[in-house]
């Protein structure tokens, strides 16, 4: 019997990371920080690290990436199994994951050289995308891209005779990133006794025993078209009044294909971006095989534009700000934390047509989701209109389904949104027929 331990992830929004055992065997899928309260991190048990056999992560992303060094620390040796994109990612991330702490007076639970002791292996050097390869004797993978960052992949083990998905952080309607079908599909070669070996002689679908998915949005509905459709017209209302729009957004992921976005949508406005959020977007020229056929071009042709105004000190983005009348401003920090995102709204704050749109997750606390609380109530210290409509980078109600009839599982774990959230989607799934579907929090067993 397999058994699960959510060390992090599952009921929650952060700290993804879920420890699989068998027998004195463990493998351990992501562990990461949930930046609330100076950083949170996963209920690593340190006597377990010894039996650790091996490590995957999805994507860079801090949720899923930030506790990795504490592992380490606790004295794992072994490998941290990821793509190459994404390990060139994750320095740049433990830097701002580090800055985070400070702003918030809290400490590094690790030092530099745990973060200095990971050692990668990478997936797609051991096999193509949804080929089956070896990682130790009695496990296989295999990967495909998920959609919702460069480098992040969904993974597939078959580990002692059970099959285990784990989605990642999963998006089939990136504008940008393309993503594989997460399908379990047939395997190469099967080994004896196992569903691998009893899907290749039955020549029917494989069905996962555990399969844990990305299921942030919990039971919302909405579709990118519709979220995008909102954020047009809630851009258009405010260029229309001669205002700027603020879009805070991540260094690193919706922030570019927004960016692409209002380009090709308002191709009027002038587009002030900071240099951070430039490399990223170049990043992606050098990386076609994690794209979408065409966004190539695309790119390129937003990276020629004369429309864009790059900033990266003070002086510049006074003479931005001053220059350009109406714009299209984009900063990165999705959550307004960064001295930088709150200076932008400080700037527009006294002229009322200029509004923020916030478009991902606000960890309560965090400066956007004050700005958004106080723009809802009136509160004096944040005048300005603020939005929140999410730019689809995750798994709701209809993806949700989608993956569960791509991936048949005797049993689905849904992870990345708070209890009361998954309980929700719970509820729905239940009603609708599904089986097998489980709502768990962090510290919670589950046998397979
Ligand atoms: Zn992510
Ligand atoms: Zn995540």
Redesign the pocket.
């Known amino acids: 019997m397999m058994q699960l331990t959510i060390w992090g992830g599952a009921g929650e929004h952060g700290r993804s990371s879920y420890l699989l055992q068998y027998k004195n065997e463990a493998v351990l899928l992501d562990c990461g920080g949930k930046k609330e309260g100076g950083g949170q991190y996963p209920l690593i048990s340190p006597e377990v690290l010894p039996q650790l056999k091996a490590v995957f992560l999805s994507?860079a992303?801090e949720?899923?990436s930030m506790a990795l060094p504490l592992l380490y620390k606790h004295g794992y040796e072994g490998e941290v199994w990821t793509s190459r994109v994404t390990a060139q990612q994750l320095p740049g991330y433990f830097q701002a994951w580090g800055r985070y702490a400070r702003s918030q007076a809290a400490e590094l639970p690790y030092g530099e050289e745990h973060i200095a002791a990971i050692r990668y292996a990478y997936l797609e050097e051991r096999s193509s995308a949804g080929e089956w390869s070896n990682v130790f004797p009695g496990l296989r993978m295999k990967w495909g891209r998920s959609g919702?960052?460069p480098g992040?992949v969904w993974l597939a083990l078959d580990w002692h005779g059970k099959l285990v998905y784990f989605s990642g952080?999963y998006t089939a309607e990136s504008a940008l990133l393309a993503a594989d079908e997460p399908q379990l599909g047939m395997m190469g070669e099967g080994s004896e006794g196992t569903d691998a070996a009893r899907c290749l002689i039955a020549a029917t679908r494989c069905i996962a025993d555990l399969a844990i998915i990305d299921a942030a949005y919990g039971a919302n509905s909405d579709s990118q078209a519709v979220r995008l459709a909102e954020l047009e017209q809630a851009t258009e209302v405010v260029l229309r009044a001669q205002g700027s729009v603020l879009y805070p957004v991540p260094t690193s992921?919706r922030g570019q294909e927004l960016l692409l976005w209002a380009s090709e949508r308002f191709p009027e406005a002038q587009l002030i971006v900071e240099r951070a959020l430039m490399e990223p977007l170049r990043q992606l020229t050098a990386l076609p095989e994690w794209l979408h056929v065409g966004a190539l071009a695309r790119i390129e042709k937003l990276l020629a534009s004369d429309r864009l105004t790059i900033v990266a000190s003070e002086e510049e983005r006074l003479r931005a700000l001053a220059g350009k009348g109406s714009s299209l401003i984009f900063t990165n920090d999705g959550m307004m934390q960064s001295e930088v995102a709150r200076w932008y709204y400080q700037q527009l704050a006294s002229v009322s047509r200029h509004a923020v749109l916030l478009t991902g997750h606000l960890a309560s606390g965090s400066y956007g989701e004050m700005a958004l609380r106080g723009s809802d109530s009136g509160v004096p210290d944040f005048p300005l209109p603020v939005q929140h409509i999410c730019y689809k980078?995750h798994q709701g109600l209809p993806d949700v389904r989608q993956m569960l009839e791509r991936v048949p599982s005797r049993a689905v774990v849904l992870a990345h949104a708070v209890k009361p959230r998954t309980d929700e989607l719970l509820e729905v799934l239940k009603e609708e027929g599904y089986k097998g579907v489980y709502s768990l929090s962090p510290g919670d067993l589950f046998f397979v």
């Open positions: 994507h992303h949720d899923h919702h960052l992040a952080d992921g980078v």
